[in-house]
């Protein structure tokens, strides 16, 4: 008995999964609901579960999405340029371009989704992706600088790790700043006065 082949979708998936991320992006976990999606996908429930699963892993496959882009866009930055302070200073600017971008929700994904952690609508599966998502991003900075202190770009005496950390909380702050509406290049003044602290 021949098996009959499943019904073909008729949406484009990966347009439907980039409408998601953009509601999730904008307004979180915890405040977007299925008909949230169902309206910016134009999707029945049943089809975006079909094709998707429930929100949690909507989310997580979102969240895959954004790293994705990170990586392509901004991460490779960091890896390509030769320089160690011009590689984190070419990297925040292209953050910046992209928290500010009018053709974006605004703000960072990661950092707009870290106000849901402990909530009380939070999934165990979201909190730990999102947690792993913020690790990944600093331990990123730190082996970039730590390449740098290898490559004699970076004094000896300094904590790469630390010095990681500041970095992070600086995206964490720009990426606040882009969502509350602060423009390109306010936040590029920003990098400017931070990367005066390079250690030398």
Request: aromatic fraction near 6%; proline fraction near 3%.
């Amino acid at each position: 008995m021949k098996n009959e082949r499943g019904r073909p979708r008729s949406f484009d998936i990966d347009v439907a999964l980039n409408n998601v991320l953009q509601v999730f992006w904008k307004h979180g976990f915890q405040n977007t609901s299925m008909n949230d999606l169902v309206e910016a996908t134009g999707l029945k429930k049943s089809s975006l579960y079909a094709a998707f699963g429930d929100k949690s892993s909507l989310y997580l496959k979102t969240l895959e999405c954004y790293l994705v882009l990170l990586e392509k866009n901004h991460a490779q930055i960091l890896i390509s340029e030769q320089d160690g302070r011009c590689a984190v200073e070419a990297f925040l600017r292209s953050l910046a371009e992209m928290l500010t971008s009018p053709h974006l929700p605004g703000g960072c994904f990661i950092v707009n989704g870290t106000a849901d952690l402990g909530g009380s609508r939070m999934t165990e599966g979201v909190e730990v992706a999102l947690r792993s998502a913020l690790k990944g991003s600093e331990l990123l900075l730190k082996e970039r600088l730590l390449r740098a202190q290898l490559d004699k770009q970076l004094p000896s005496n300094i904590n790469p790790k630390e010095l990681a950390e500041l970095f992070f909380t600086l995206i964490a702050g720009l990426a606040m700043q882009a969502k509350g509406g602060a423009s390109r290049e306010k936040l590029d003044l920003v990098i400017g006065h931070a990367m005066r602290a390079w250690p030398e």
